[in-house]
């Protein structure tokens, strides 16, 4: 349980946009009976510690289905931050200036929760802000653990895929070698004035939060969706 405190205010935003080319439309692609991004929205939605849920999409389509699902769509995203290689943060800022000036809304923090991470809980979303107020960390992120590998050593390949260095810490047994994890960009928190200063969700000396490897499904490719629609039918 989370213990009782003070709580900020926390706007979550989930950025959404109609085109993707190696899973077309998969944010509304229907898994277990519900579109995909009403996964993230009632996670959102039933955490504890979110003050608000808004999507930011550019599409008519998404931001009706997202309305249904009990998301805020202040407004509709600008063309030229719904292309293919737009980063996050500046879809994520974009979402802060505009409540800023329109509504004079100013939260404490920023959540960034992509559409595409089905599997990831309230509690999930609630251990992060939990995480901020309790470091007074300036930036945290799901990260999961890098299953089966440790670093005992890597591996370099040339572009023919042969192997060109590797590295060894053989002073360290198997057992010893610290874990790896990787970054779940599906959930980033980031305090609005440092998204503003940097630019990116991934700020230096950001605090991450361990989240299993069995919720850090993100959906990319088509079968993914497959993957996800099975752990859900199960699941619910």
Request: glycine share 4%.
């Amino acid at each position: 349980m989370i213990p009782e405190l003070t709580t900020p205010e926390v706007l979550t935003i989930i950025p959404a946009r109609l085109g993707s080319k190696r899973a077309p439309k998969k944010n509304i692609k229907t898994v277990a009976g519900k579109p995909l991004i009403h996964y993230t929205i009632k996670a959102a939605l039933e955490a504890e510690l979110v003050s608000r849920v808004i999507v930011s999409t550019e599409s008519q389509e998404i931001a009706k289905i997202a309305y249904d699902c009990g998301a805020e769509i202040p407004f509709l995203r600008p063309p030229d931050l719904s292309e293919d290689y737009v980063d996050l943060a500046d879809v994520c800022l974009h979402a802060v200036r505009w409540l800023a000036e329109r509504e004079d809304y100013h939260p404490k923090y920023v959540i960034k929760l992509n559409p595409t991470a089905p599997l990831r809980t309230s509690e999930d979303i609630d251990a992060v802000v939990h995480m901020a107020i309790d470091k007074n960390a300036d930036a945290v992120i799901h990260v999961c653990p890098v299953e089966g590998r440790n670093s005992w050593s890597e591996i370099v390949l040339d572009g023919d895929g042969r192997a060109i260095e590797w590295y060894r810490r053989d002073a360290l047994g198997r057992g010893e070698c610290r874990p790896l994890y990787t970054p779940f960009g599906g959930t980033c928190l980031i305090r609005p004035e440092i998204l503003e200063k940097t630019r990116t969700m991934y700020p230096s000396g950001f605090y991450a939060y361990i989240i299993p490897v069995e919720r850090s499904l993100d959906i990319d490719l088509p079968w993914h969706l497959y993957l996800a629609d099975l752990i859900l039918n199960d699941i619910q």
